[in-house]
């Protein structure tokens, strides 16, 4: 009787332990794994602990890309502003340093830029040192809680050791606040053609345009946009640099003017201007004159990527540029389901300018060019096809690591070519997203995507972005991490980002179609090489 109780007991015993291990592999309990595991992104920046927004302060120096941000290194919500600071040498794999700037009496260091100024311009290197000079809105929260409407100010720090550490200017504040209470992120950039530095800040709800021959005094010279394009909201975070259009040897000037609320699909995003600057104005090209609210001139029509700016002494050719975007949205980015940290960074992107046969100016974005060299093919095809009303594995946990994923390919564009892609899990967590040909437009459909409830607005509908090229194949180029996708079309003159928080990791990613056949050209799927 005791024996037959034993083997009972043994049995039950064998019994569980196979059943849970086959849990585990199913991934049924999202408890079986941490908040570490499950949503920590791969290769995407996130801060070590607690919170981030905005990306600050990009500069290339000595093989090393720097990234600051906005960071409260004492809780998961918007706090104190500190700079943080981490830097990277491939752009996919990042080393977080010591804080680099730290709030004092005069306020909160909020977003701004920084520059490398290797003529000492600035005299601000005693001993032969380049200085690393590094502009910052001052955010005096006192001031604002007794009504004074001149709270913020532009400021500078310095770093005469390659960005380690940094001493702030004793002139300080740089430019005082004239009585605009939405008076911030100076962006700097060398203006070769008129041997001078110039800076933009946002002013509420226009770009003001400052030049300045030391870095350290500056005067206003010009503003722009009050009654051009999307305003409704603050516009925050702008940046502005020269570029040469694609194939040719014009250069135009580049304004990212971010805005929130307002955007595209609702909340924070980043609208462009492309035009020309006589070292005083920017005057937008004709197709961009009379730009409505409602445009199509958006640098990413997903939900998150917002205040991006671009990488400053990068040795990119003139028709480039480095880009990274805060991969969140001020409509939910406090709520977002992690909690030992909070936001991550868009993976790097190569910004570059097309003109198009209708004469309008289109800012294109593609990742990184050094993402290729973690990229280790898995698969390729030709073509792939299936008959009608069947649906095509594009990928699954079985075969590659679906959270360090890119793929490539080409679909062609018939007039009933709806295609809808389906990425999910076991648990059935779905996140779709496509192309709807009779309306033109791409979309992403997170409702039912995980855990979506954490704000009303994260998944309240889906987000649209018009197709603005019209060739006859679609190209697609989709990355992804465990909590992001960032999908971009045709060679990135349309793109999307959006987070994620599926209940365990997402195991394949479907592809099905309204057309006759599916068919998938070159076809080619990478797992990105962390180690
Ligand atoms: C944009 C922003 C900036 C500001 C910073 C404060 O997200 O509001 O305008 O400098 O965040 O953290």
């Known amino acids: 009787m005791l024996m037959k109780k034993i083997i009972n007991f043994l049995l039950l015993l064998t019994v569980t332990a196979i059943w849970s291990q086959e849990q585990i592999k199913n991934n049924k309990f999202e408890n079986l794994l941490n908040e570490e595991e499950l949503y920590r992104p791969n290769f995407h920046f996130t801060p070590q602990k607690n919170w981030m927004n905005d990306p600050n302060g990009m500069f290339f120096y000595k ?46 260091i909020f977003s701004g830029s920084a520059v490398v100024d290797p003529k000492n311009t ?10 690393i000079v590094a502009m910052f809105t001052y955010h005096n929260a006192k001031a604002e809680k007794e009504g004074s409407e001149t709270f913020q100010s532009q400021a500078i720090a310095y770093s005469l050791d390659e960005g380690k550490t940094w001493e702030k200017y004793e002139g300080n504040p740089v430019i005082e606040n004239p009585g605009i209470r939405d008076f911030r992120d100076p962006k700097m950039q060398w203006d070769d053609e008129h041997e001078q530095w110039v800076m933009v800040l946002a002013a ?24 051009i394009g999307a305003h409704g909201g603050v516009w925050e975070c702008p940046d502005f640099f020269p570029i040469k259009v694609k194939g040719s040897d014009e250069t135009k000037w580049i304004l990212i003017q971010s805005l929130n609320p307002g955007a595209f699909n ?37 939900k998150d990527n917002y205040a991006g700016v671009t990488w400053s002494n990068t040795n990119l050719p003139e028709n480039k540029r480095l880009f990274l975007g805060w991969m969140s949205n001020w409509q939910y980015a406090e709520k977002v389901p992690t909690k030992a940290w909070r936001s991550s960074m868009t993976i790097p992107r190569e910004l570059y300018l097309v003109k198009k046969d209708d004469d309008t100016y289109r800012l294109f974005s593609e990742p990184a060019k050094q993402i290729d060299s973690i990229s280790k093919l898995i698969h390729t095809e030709k073509t792939v096809k299936k008959s009608r009303g069947s649906k095509m594995v594009l990928a699954n946990s079985a075969e590659v690591e679906m959270d ?5 390919f080409k679909l062609p564009v018939l007039a009933k070519a709806n295609y809808t892609f389906n990425l999910s899990n076991d648990n059935g967590d779905s996140l779709k997203f496509g ?14 995507s995980g855990k979506i409830n954490f704000s009303d607005t994260f998944a309240e509908k889906n987000s649209f972005a018009p197709r603005s090229a019209n060739d006859d194949l679609l190209e697609v180029e989709i990355i992804l991490d465990k909590t992001s996708i960032e999908l971009f079309y045709d060679n990135g003159e349309t793109v999307m980002t959006e987070i994620f928080f599926p209940n365990s990791p997402m195991t394949t990613l479907e592809l099905s179609s309204l057309t006759k056949h599916l068919k998938v050209k070159d076809l080619k799927i990478y797992e990105l090489q962390l180690n």
């Open 63 to 108: 093989g090393k890309y720097h990234l600051f941000f906005q960071h409260h290194p004492e809780g998961n919500t918007w706090g104190p502003m500190h700079w943080g600071h981490a830097t990277t040498e491939n752009l996919f794999q990042w080393d977080q340093k010591p804080i680099a700037i730290y709030p004092d009496e005069k306020g909160y």
């Open 122 to 131: 600035s005299n601000l290197a005693k001993n032969g040192e380049t200085p």
């Open 204 to 227: 509420q709800d226009k770009s003001l345009f400052y030049t300045s021959k030391n870095l350290t005094d500056w005067e206003l010279a010009s503003e722009f946009g009050k009654e």
């Open 266 to 302: 609702g909340g924070s995003g980043t609208q462009y201007f492309v035009g020309d600057f006589d070292g005083t104005t920017f005057t937008p090209v004709a197709s961009q004159k009379e730009l409505p609210a409602q445009h199509s001139y958006w640098l990413d029509f997903g």
């Open 404 to 408: 360090k994923l890119r793929l490539k």
């Open 435 to 448: 192309y709807n040909s009779s309306e033109k437009r791409f979309f992403i459909d997170r409702g039912a």
